[in-house]
């Protein structure tokens, strides 16, 4: 089996995973949750989700470079995600997730600097076009509004997603790194863990008034926290193990078509306005993927 269809086999699935975890971030962010405590919860259930299939299949062989790699993914990681949640507590989905189509053009430098990965002209065409796709979006959500794009550029979270997306950007070769001196299965259930512990206690040390209604927030999101952990844990185990087969630069920009997904399931599942235009534009970040994936 070619490497292309072991890379699509991990990565699609975990690319539409990973953009219905989008949708449902800014459902239940839209409740009034915490994002700190949110992020605790999910983390931790969805590494622990994780490690339990390490007690069958055993701790892999832990190879030079890991625990350097590990600790910059978390730490990067962890901050990230935070500017992530936030975003999505101020934007639409629709609007927020296509911001992850930043990251590719990033990965070429990053990709380049920490593991010697030269993509092609080709493929960073494709890159190209589809970080031209997301302006396109952007554009398309500023004329409905009746507003500048720069207006929709200075927004809250519009810059929030700004740092989650140079975080996530510094932080992919790091991923892989990670993925391949261990095991993906591994690596994202150490991190999960650490990261959710991390959120859990900036929550109850820095944000007293939320640890008071810990419970009060948990009951709120007792019924989907548990899926949202899932649907979380399945996208990343997914899209890591995908690494195995791609460099990084390609890797990342295929694990985009989570805007895809989040774009669709936002107008279906949150009622998001202007969903047409937004998949038009969506169309265009596809052709960039295909002309990345295909013709490099």
């Known amino acids: 089996m070619s490497d292309v269809v072991l890379f699509l086999s991990?990565?699609?699935?975990?690319?539409?995973?990973l953009g219905l975890y989008d949708v449902i971030s800014r459902k239940i962010l839209k409740t009034g949750v915490d994002e700190s405590f949110l992020l605790g919860t999910t983390f931790t259930i969805s590494g622990i989700m994780l490690a339990v299939p390490l007690f069958i299949v055993g701790i892999p062989?832990?190879?030079?470079?890991?625990?350097?790699?590990?600790?910059?993914?978390?730490?990067?990681n962890i901050f990230a995600q935070f500017f992530w949640f936030r975003a999505f507590k101020e934007e639409e989905a629709s609007i927020i997730s296509p911001?992850?189509?930043?990251?590719?053009?990033?990965v070429l430098l990053t990709g380049w600097l920490t593991l010697k990965e030269v993509p092609s002209l080709v493929g960073s065409l494709g890159v190209i076009?589809?970080?031209?796709?997301?302006?396109?979006?952007?554009r398309s959500d500023a004329a409905s509004r009746s507003i500048k794009l720069s207006e929709i550029l200075k927004r809250r979270g519009v810059l929030f997603a700004l740092l989650g997306t140079l975080s996530f950007a510094i932080t992919y070769p790091f991923d892989k790194?990670?993925?391949?001196?261990?095991?993906?299965?591994?690596?994202?259930?150490?991190?999960?863990?650490?990261?959710?512990?991390?959120?859990?206690?900036?929550?109850?040390?820095?944000?007293?008034?939320?640890?008071?209604?810990?419970?009060?927030?948990?009951?709120?999101?007792?019924?989907?926290?548990?899926?949202f952990?899932?649907?979380?844990?399945?996208?990343?185990?997914?899209?890591l193990q995908a690494l195995?087969?791609?460099?990084?630069?390609?890797?990342?920009?295929?694990?985009r078509l989570s805007s895809l997904w989040a774009v669709l399931l936002s107008g279906a599942l949150l009622q998001e306005k202007n969903i047409s235009k937004k998949l038009i534009a969506v169309a265009v970040m596809f052709a960039g993927?295909?002309?990345?994936?295909?013709l490099s």
């Open 10 to 17: 991990y990565m699609l699935p975990g690319s539409f995973f």
């Open 61 to 76: 062989e832990i190879k030079d470079g890991f625990w350097m790699a590990f600790w910059v993914t978390a730490i990067l």
């Open 99 to 106: 911001f992850r189509l930043l990251i590719p053009p990033l």
């Open 129 to 138: 076009i589809t970080a031209f796709g997301l302006w396109l979006l952007l």
């Open 177 to 227: 790194k990670a993925v391949i001196t261990s095991s993906s299965l591994f690596f994202a259930a150490t991190v999960f863990i650490l990261m959710g512990l991390v959120h859990f206690a900036y929550s109850s040390i820095m944000r007293r008034e939320e640890r008071r209604n810990f419970f009060e927030q948990f009951k709120n999101i007792r019924g989907s926290v548990f899926i």
């Open 229 to 239: 952990a899932l649907v979380y844990a399945l996208g990343l185990f997914f899209s």
């Open 244 to 255: 195995n087969y791609a460099v990084a630069a390609y890797a990342s920009s295929v694990k």
């Open 289 to 294: 993927v295909i002309v990345t994936l295909f």
